[in-house]
């Protein structure tokens, strides 16, 4: 017999979905059998599975060590050097600051990605618990750099799901693009994908979602402008693809970008991917109860290159702009 106390990061779940995250080489059917026939109860009365779980339960399992042992398999995890900044980190989520050049999340072929390293962080902390796997709650393409969210608990992923859903998560962008900008706009413009490639245009076309970006010119030196960029939607590459429609390509920008801008970034500065950076998360969490998340404004600590490059170009602390 095993008794498990349901801890706060697992609130809210359904009975059923925990038990399959704990059991989890056991089928979906031997899990409703083992409830049907009482071999596991919650509150040491019988249980369907639907039941949502609260911080305290105890789940009972009438089992064998040897069969509880033969029913879950432990989550093997590589050990991964932590080459990343930590910017923020409390009980329920960590703000990490992604590398140019690393994936978010694993494609399809595995191999090193910025969840996994989160996972071993977390690892080595002694803080990975049964039922629940934490991951990242947003992404940054492999060569956008910046902030990334991730949701060490239950709670604190399912807050940060809800803030980006409903907007009280704003999170903002730096760029270098070519061209003077001066004022502020949001430029509302449609989106389809094409391939690997995003097409934008002002009419609406069979297949093309609308799209939102809102433009703060910071700084400029007559032929480059540095922006503060928030996303008002969130399509594939819109912030590049938008830019380079309305002709202010970004610096460095292989897909979308001004091939004289890319060598003069590259021959200068050695910038090998887009000067695009996700510098500030804002949370604003206002009249809503939660747990997880509070009113709090995060920003990067800025150790890369574009610091450099902005002080250079502009005579400005990229650090000041946020």
């Given amino acids: 017999m095993k008794e498990i106390v349901v801890s706060g990061e697992n609130e809210n779940s359904r009975l059923d979905k925990f038990l399959l995250k704990y059991l989890n080489k056991a089928p979906k059917s031997l899990v409703y059998k083992l409830l049907r026939k009482k071999n596991i109860k919650l509150g040491n009365k019988k249980a369907s599975g639907s039941e949502i779980l609260k911080e305290g339960d105890i789940i009972t399992l009438f089992l064998s060590d040897e069969t509880i042992d033969s029913l879950k398999e432990e ?12 910017v923020y980190e409390d009980n329920d989520i960590i703000v990490a600051d992604k590398p140019f050049g690393m994936l978010t999340q694993a494609d399809r072929a595995g191999g090193d990605c910025l969840n996994l390293r989160l996972l071993s962080y977390m690892k080595e902390k002694g ?30 992923a399912r807050e940060l799901s809800l803030g980006f859903n409903e907007h009280f998560i704003e999170k903002y962008y730096f760029a270098i693009v070519k061209g003077v900008l001066e004022e502020e706009l949001v430029i509302r413009a449609y989106h389809k994908k094409e391939g690997n490639k995003a097409e934008i245009s002002l009419k609406l076309s069979v297949g093309a979602k609308e799209t939102a970006t809102e433009i703060f010119p910071l700084v400029n030196n007559g032929k480059y402008t540095l922006l503060k960029i928030k996303l008002i939607t969130g399509k594939t590459h819109q912030i590049r693809a938008v830019l380079s429609y309305m002709g202010y390509p970004l610096a460095g920008d292989t897909k979308y970008g001004d091939r004289e801008t890319n060598n003069y970034f590259k021959g200068k500065y050695s910038l090998m991917h887009q000067f695009l950076y996700c510098g500030e998360i804002d949370i604003k969490p206002e009249n809503i109860e939660l747990k997880a998340l509070k009113t709090m404004k995060i920003k990067s600590s800025c150790k890369n290159k574009l610091q450099n490059i902005v002080k250079s170009e502009f005579g400005v602390d990229l650090r000041d702009c946020m």
């Fill in 75 to 86: 989550r093997q995890i590589k050990k991964c050097k932590i080459n990343f900044d930590i």
């Fill in 127 to 156: 803080e990975l618990k049964e039922g629940f796997t934490p991951s990242v709650c947003n992404r940054l393409d492999r060569n956008t750099g910046g902030l990334v969210t991730f949701g060490k608990t239950l709670r604190g």
